[in-house]
């Protein structure tokens, strides 16, 4: 046998050959809609007795089948791979000296999902109240009514941008905490493409537009990451 060919042949018993492994795939869903009973909390009369309540749509959040979140409104699409959906919370609003778990479903804050990771983080948005804030997602950005949780308080204008640590836009647009406010306290916002405007307003106050100026900041898990959370 030719000394060359005989060189090849023992190849692969001197040196193993590495395969790399297939990368994880996962599977991100949401599932299908459930209504739950839902109090806002500007609805509790000053008896103790819970109104009413009315109805919050939930759907579980899953990974590879496992449910991870239970979620409430329409998600929204970031970019091709990855997404925000607003996290649904059960709440035990027990009193101390209640006998038995009170339990209550509320919105809660954002989420950021990753489709092909699995990953799932949650999101801080400058100055989010949960009971006041709608945000209002167009690209990587979100616009809604916030409160500040100093002592003065007061209620702004937010423009928030993921992976940014400042909010975009951030202007008091009026008192907070209010004794009697409007329920919503703000509409919804209004996008602009170009130039890339938002249009915020209280209930029953001036609308007020902002320019957004800014790149796509989001950075996503890395692509070889395969860890669900």
Not at 8 to 34: D, E, N, Y
Not at 121 to 147: I, K, M, N, Q
Not at 159 to 186: D, F, M, N, Y
Request: glycine share 6%.
């Amino acid at each position: 046998m030719p000394l060359a060919l005989l060189s090849l042949g023992l190849l692969p018993l001197s040196q193993p050959i590495a395969f790399a492994a297939p990368a994880k795939v996962h599977v991100v869903a949401l599932g299908a809609v459930r209504k739950v009973p839902y109090t806002p909390p500007e609805t509790e009369p000053a008896t103790g007795k819970p109104e009413d309540a009315v109805m919050l749509k939930v759907r579980p959040l899953t990974v590879d089948g496992r449910q991870k979140e239970w979620t409430t409104g329409d998600a929204h699409d970031v970019t091709d791979r990855s997404f925000t959906v607003r996290r649904a919370l059960r709440l035990n609003d027990a009193l101390p000296g209640d006998a038995v778990p009170r339990w209550s479903w509320q919105p809660g804050p954002w989420l950021l999902v990753d489709r092909t990771t699995g990953h799932i983080s949650a999101l801080h948005l400058p100055d989010f109240d949960a009971e006041v804030s709608d945000a209002v997602w167009f690209r990587d950005y979100a616009a809604y009514c916030g409160t500040a949780d100093t002592a003065k308080g007061g209620l702004f204008a937010i423009v928030a941008q993921l992976g940014a640590r400042r909010a975009v836009v951030q202007k008091q647009i009026g008192k907070w905490p209010q004794t009697a406010h409007a329920s919503p306290v703000c509409k919804p916002a209004v996008w602009q493409r170009e130039p890339m405007r938002v249009t915020l307003q209280p209930t029953g106050g001036d609308a007020m537009t902002f320019d957004v100026v800014g790149a796509a900041s989001l950075i996503e898990e890395n692509d070889s990451a395969d860890d669900a959370p």
